[in-house]
């Protein structure tokens, strides 16, 4: 399969009403994908996208999170099996709002990575780093930790079925986008570092995408890079037009 991929995060935006209106519009600005498209939208909404994709290949649906234990007394939790049960293909993970708003760290991200796969969903893995590790200069080794902790006890197999995001903190709903030069050279970095552990055919077929304010003006350059896989969108995705145009630069 390509590597290619652009996947919304909407975030918690969108009613389910409105939610069905966008994935409405977007199935009707893009047709059949030229890549693999994903909506990555909120829990209430999963089963509802799921069925609006039926018979739209290229599609699919992503939770925004998820419980790392299989089932039990968790109140408000959903668990792995239910979002596959339900559908649900892809699943974000670690990504920077739960980590600062829900304290989550990579030992339990890990947890819930293994969870995820051993249900039969591909879990998008996001790692970044804050504005001040970037600024001293520290972002490979801040980044290299998380993707070792969250990934570093993997299987070749489980692996396979990681998408990497990386999403500069700092970069996340500002309109700052890293220069392709930035996101090129932690690809990279994340790529060897996949390599180093996992040999170089795992390496080259896994999928990097970047997020951080990608918009239709940028995508075509940051995707124009070797290294960069796609993208993962916050705020552009909520726009049927922004979103398309986003899938088109790829
Ligand atoms: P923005 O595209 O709004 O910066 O959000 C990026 C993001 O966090 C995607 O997960």
Redesign the pocket.
Known sequence: MSRTMVAG?W?MNTTPRQGHALVRDVLEKLGTPPTRVVFGVPEIQLMAVHEQLTDHPGYAVAAQNMHQEPRGAYTGEVSAEMLADAGVAYV?LG???RREYAGEDDDLINRKIVAAIAAGLKPIY?CGEKLAIREAGNQEVVVGKQVEQALGSLSPEQIREVVI?Y?PVW????GVTASSEQAQQMHDYLRRMIGNQFGSEIADNITILY????KPDNAAELFAQPDVDGG??????LDAQSFAAIVRAL
């Open positions: 995060n975030k974000i990504h920077s709002e996001c995001a999403e970069a996340i709903g500002t997020g951080g304010s990608v993962l969108v916050g705020g552009a995705s």
